[in-house]
């Protein structure tokens, strides 16, 4: 159980357009889910958490603006990156957590890449 | 200072041999420690999480917290070549959670 999925698994833009990242708990109710942004040979870094139903709380340092998260169901979590540009190129990785649980459970990840 | 801080390696053992890894942190009023495993392009996978000071055991795995010193280890027994990877610690006060940069090891055959 616990599984979380990601789509696209990689996806290349041009700079300036707009790129939407789903991310899905197929198997639980995710009350709460995380989305996060890993640089090669880095750390994940949180870049904005989600509640069903309500705004996403952005970590500081992170334009609410140009990474827009809508978290319409227990399910699903979307990430738009919007009027991307090379330096939003990155790995994305989104989890999810059941009533604010301690434990996270992440999806595959999303390969971000702008030309 | 980094709230949580991991050396990233790289770390490389023969096959067989005992892999150890640490982290220390900060923040005292971190109270979930965490294990995870990440294979390169992808998500990381929870491998341990631990609540108190001591040690827990899972097959091969051990996870030990030392709460006064702010400092856990992670020990892989009898290590294999498919447990080549990241391994990232993780750590919570409520919700969020604050990771290290990350160990790479590499088990060679």
């Known amino acids: 159980g616990a599984v979380v999925s990601q789509h696209p698994s990689w996806v290349i833009c041009k700079s300036g357009t707009s790129v939407k990242i789903e991310c899905r708990s197929l198997?639980?109710?995710?009350?709460?889910m995380f989305w996060y942004r890993q640089f090669p040979k880095q750390s994940l870094m949180l870049m904005a958490t989600?509640?069903?139903?309500?705004?996403?709380?952005?970590e500081q340092g992170v334009e609410k603006d140009k990474f827009l998260i809508n978290h319409a169901s227990l399910t699903l979590s979307t990430l738009t990156v919007t009027s991307a540009h090379p330096e939003d190129s990155s790995f994305y990785i989104c989890?999810?957590?059941?009533?604010?649980?301690?434990?996270?459970?992440f999806g595959p990840g999303t390969r971000l890449t702008v030309t | 200072q980094k709230e949580v801080e991991q050396d990233p390696g790289p770390l490389s053992v023969p096959e067989g041999a005992i892999v150890s890894l640490n982290c220390t942190y900060s923040?005292?009023?971190?109270?979930?420690f965490m294990w995870y495993r990440q294979y390169s392009r992808k998500g990381p996978e929870l491998l341990m999480y631990?609540?108190?000071?001591g040690n827990k055991e899972d097959g091969r795995f051990t996870a030990q917290v030392d709460k006064s010193s702010k400092y856990i280890s992670l020990f892989i027994r009898d290590s294999q070549p498919s447990d080549s990877a990241t391994y990232l610690c993780?750590?919570?006060?409520?919700?969020?959670?604050?990771f290290g940069a990350g160990t790479t090891v590499t088990v060679r055959a």
């Open positions: 993780a750590m919570t006060a409520d919700y969020k959670l604050s």
């Open positions: 989890s999810a957590s059941h009533d604010r649980d301690y434990e996270q459970y």
């Open positions: 631990t609540y108190s000071s």
């Open positions: 198997d639980f109710q995710a009350t709460t």
């Open positions: 923040n005292s009023a971190f109270q979930y």
């Open positions: 989600s509640n069903e139903g309500s705004k996403a709380t952005y």
